[in-house]
Nanobody, 128 residues
Framework: QVQLVDSGGGLVQAGGSLRLSCAASGRAIDNYNMGWFRQGPGKDREFVAVVGWDGTTTHYADSVKGRFTISKDNAAKKVYLHMNGLKPEDTAVYFC?????????????????????WGQGTQVTVTA
């Protein structure tokens, strides 16, 4: 049974940094796309960043490109999201997500919230 545990959220001033962590259990993560979505108050869940099953291919939402960096540690079964230059509009609950199917095209990950395992979410609040 796949389980994801998100951590690392908090309260930070605009311009600050945070590192989110996602610890996976239940299976190895080597062959699966993994990443992050977020859901702000009154908004739909939206894609943030993904690292492909190959461990090197990445894709980011335009709103975070150049500020956020995603990385994956297969041995530790962890995924990280390094967030720099945080803005108030980054305020949201951040969810780690692992694709259910192995060796999937990256597009299938970021274009849909379907076919994924989810963490419980971690709150990020950025003050002006």
């Amino acid at each position: 049974q796949v389980q994801l545990v998100d951590s690392g959220g908090g309260l930070v001033q605009a311009g600050g940094s945070l590192r989110l962590s996602c610890a996976a259990s239940g299976r190895a993560i080597d062959n699966y796309n993994m990443g992050w979505f977020r859901q702000g108050p009154g908004k739909d869940r939206e894609f943030v960043a993904v690292v492909g099953w190959d461990g090197t291919t990445t894709h980011y939402a335009d709103s975070v490109k150049g500020r956020f960096t995603i990385s994956k540690d297969n041995a530790a079964k962890k995924v990280y999201l390094h967030m720099n230059g945080l803005k108030p509009e980054d305020t949201a609950v951040y969810f780690c997500a692992e694709e259910r199917s192995a060796y999937s095209n990256l597009i299938t990950y970021y274009q849909s919230v379907d076919n994924k395992y989810w963490g419980q979410g971690t709150q990020v609040t950025v003050t002006a």
